[in-house]
């Protein structure tokens, strides 16, 4: 008699899947290879062992390396110390930032704190100009970086944050709303987008304050940038009116071995559109979810760069990885087009064998994960003056259903990426990666982000945070409203081999909902976004529960209240959440100093619209949440919030 299957809450998604291919999706894959597990060992005894082995359904995630396939004992058989020092926090649906006893919190630059000290103030009414938010910490900030100023003790006390300011929320941004859009507003949203470069120190009793600084500098929507690799500025592509200028919907970020920062543009058509009679979106656009309506922003009504049919080039501007020098005020931002064009959720960096390699996921519904491998040694491409991101391989990830996985090259020429096909030359196979990568047979993923790797052993971890099923596939379930985390061991530990094993390290969601699922009440979470190591070998989990899913039953999302944070020893698969989050908000963004005491992390869109709390108004932007000012006469604002040991300790120990 078959199991029975649990039954999930309606999908809700955030984002609708624009990859009409036929690749196979994760969760087919899955499915194949408990299906394989089972015909081998026999029985539904053998399917439950897969998925104690691959982390799926177990808040414990196995305590080896995928290369141990299960069967191995602890890492060089010894069991490890426990990572985890803390006392979990229970889930929270109260508008506040909760932290585990012994720890503290301090609030630093929110939404509009000047980037300089005696810079333009903030009004709590929101009446700042566009001139005033250029100079201020822009808008829902998401990825960041301490690049630390100094030496030893001093690196730990002393640095520059370096933060993405993903999109606006218009109803907050403005006094009166967004009712109406005019050309002094887009504007003002322009400046609040894109990248803030502070310096910061820390102070006698520990607190932290931004110094007044010849670095500091904000990155918007307006600033001049520069292109390199196979996609020049001067490709018929990218023909537009302006000059090439600015980044936008900055979402998670990473950073360089030689010391640069990398902001990451993801959801960058929903700013364009147009109300041209007739119009319709080209294949290459549909794929990338371009459309006449855009995403609401609506700026294409008194901005004619961000009309789709009066200056169709500029939106090939944007989709791309972007590098920032933090110490270097006058160096232009270049967007690195050798990294491909698709929606960007990160850019994890890290070397092998002398050359950079680059992760990164491409945040929608059915998208896929990305490999770039640079082209020898990066400190002989610096040497020889060359970016070591301009010159390389990029590569898309096709998983098995044997545990098995390989990287495939997106280059043209190679396979089915030819002018026979349709792609005209490598410049072009960049500017459609996502088309380049369906005509190789990519394996669909449940939107693809963060990726962080474990310093310990070089294990390579992903969240997916949520999918729509698919027709014909379970990824592990249908649909998959709660998420989970992949991971995966490059061939022989070479971060630039083209072959992998792969396991699933622990399946999110709701026991109450899903049997499969092994979480309680110390660590239940939902739709895991960011993730990253510290230097331990902790792996930390961030949430981001949509606003239309968060706290309601009828998503399967009563229990797990308020979006959080979690750290996870991946040895012994032990998670405990570490923080809750406000009203509305989205936590993310995780950076440490160098001596790992002190923590920052990102509350982004706090009291932006819930179903469950309401939607602020002009008349009242403090229906959702008031965080964290608590003003009865301003509005929510993001913020970075600064976490320390009371004790001064290592932070998780």
């Known amino acids: 008699m078959a199991a029975k299957r649990p ?32 015909a081998l060992m026999g029985g539904t005894a053998a399917a439950a062992g897969f998925l104690t082995a691959t982390g799926l359904g177990t808040g414990t995630a196995v305590a080896r390396t995928p290369a141990a396939g299960g069967d191995g004992g602890w890492e060089g058989g ?34 509009g704190t000047p980037i300089r000290p005696g810079g333009p103030a903030w009004h709590k009414d929101a009446s700042d100009s566009a001139a005033d938010q250029a100079e201020q910490i822009g808008m829902n900030h998401d990825g960041m970086h301490f690049f630390p100023l100094g030496n030893g003790r001093e690196g730990s006390r002393r640095g520059l944050l370096v933060l993405n300011h993903e999109y606006v929320d218009q109803e907050l941004l403005f006094p009166d709303g967004a009712e109406e859009i005019t050309a002094e507003k887009v504007e003002k949203a322009l400046a609040a987008h894109g990248v803030s470069v502070v310096e910061i120190e820390q102070r006698r009793g520990g607190t932290w304050h931004v110094v007044n600084s010849r670095r500091a500098r904000r990155v918007t929507g307006t600033t001049p940038v520069a292109f390199s690799g196979p996609v020049r500025a001067d490709h018929p592509a990218l023909a537009s009116a302006n000059e090439p200028m600015g980044t936008l919907n900055n979402c998670s970020s990473g950073a360089t071995p030689w010391g640069t920062y990398l902001t990451c543009e993801e959801n960058w058509n929903n700013y364009f559109g147009t109300e041209e009679a007739g119009w319709e979106p080209t294949p290459a656009q549909e794929r990338y979810g371009v459309s006449a309506s855009g995403g609401g922003f609506r700026w294409h009504e008194a901005d004619s760069r961000f009309d789709l049919a009066a200056n169709p080039g500029e939106i090939n501007r944007f989709g791309w990885i972007v590098e920032i020098d933090p110490k270097d005020p ?6 690195r087009t050798a990294l491909g064009r698709f929606k960007h959720e990160g850019c994890t960096v890290t070397e092998s064998r002398g050359r950079v ?20 040694s990066w400190r002989v491409q610096r040497a020889l003056g060359r970016s070591p991101l301009d ?33 005209a030359d490598q410049a072009d196979v960049l500017l459609r990666t996502r088309e380049a990568a369906d005509a190789l047979g990519a394996t669909k993923m449940d939107r693809p982000e963060w990726i962080a790797i474990n310093p310990r052993n070089g ?54 909902h899903d049997p499969q699922v092994e979480l309680d009440a110390s660590n239940i979470f939902g739709s895991p976004d960011g993730i990253a190591f510290d230097g331990d070998g902790r792996l930390w989990i961030q949430t981001d529960v949509s606003n239309s899913s968060q706290n309601l039953a009828e998503k399967g999302y009563e229990n797990i209240g308020n979006n959080q944070m979690l750290a996870a020893d991946p040895r012994s698969g032990e998670i405990r959440r570490f923080l809750t989050g406000p009203r509305g908000a989205e936590i993310t963004g995780l950076t440490f100093t160098p001596d790992q005491r002190t923590m920052f992390v990102n509350v982004q869109h706090p009291g932006e619209s819930t179903t469950a709390w309401g939607t602020p108004t002009p008349e009242d932007p403090r229906v959702v949440s008031n965080w964290p000012d608590f003003d009865p006469e301003g509005r929510p604002r993001s913020a970075t919030v600064v976490i320390r040991r009371t004790d001064g300790g290592v932070i998780g120990a």
């Open 459 to 512: 294990d390579v971890y992903c969240t997916l945070t949520n999918g729509s099923g698919w027709d014909s596939a379970v990824h592990p379930r249908t649909p998959n409203p709660y998420g989970h985390i992949v991971r995966w061991t490059e061939e022989g530990g070479n971060h630039a081999a083209t072959s992998f094993a792969w396991d699933i390290f622990v399946l999110a969601g709701d026991p109450a």
């Open 78 to 111: 010894v069991r490890p110390r426990r990572l985890l020092g803390f006392d979990p926090v229970p889930t929270s649906t109260a508008d506040e930032f909760t932290v585990p006893e012994g720890y503290e919190t301090q609030v630093l630059i929110p939404w």
């Open 7 to 38: 039954v999930f809450p309606e999908y809700d998604p955030d984002d609708v899947s624009s990859n009409a291919s036929g690749n196979r999706s994760f969760g087919e894959v899955v499915q194949q290879r408990m299906s394989r597990r089972t």
């Open 357 to 376: 390699v680059a992760y990164s996921g491409d945040d929608q519904d059915g998208d896929y994960i990305y490999k770039f491998v640079g082209q020898g």
């Open 330 to 335: 006058g160096a232009k931002p270049v967007k």
């Open 391 to 423: 010159h390389g391989t990029l590569y898309v990830a096709r998983f098995e259903d044997d545990g098995s996985g390989s990287w495939l090259p997106l280059e043209h020429g190679t396979g089915a990426l030819t002018a026979e096909n349709g792609f």
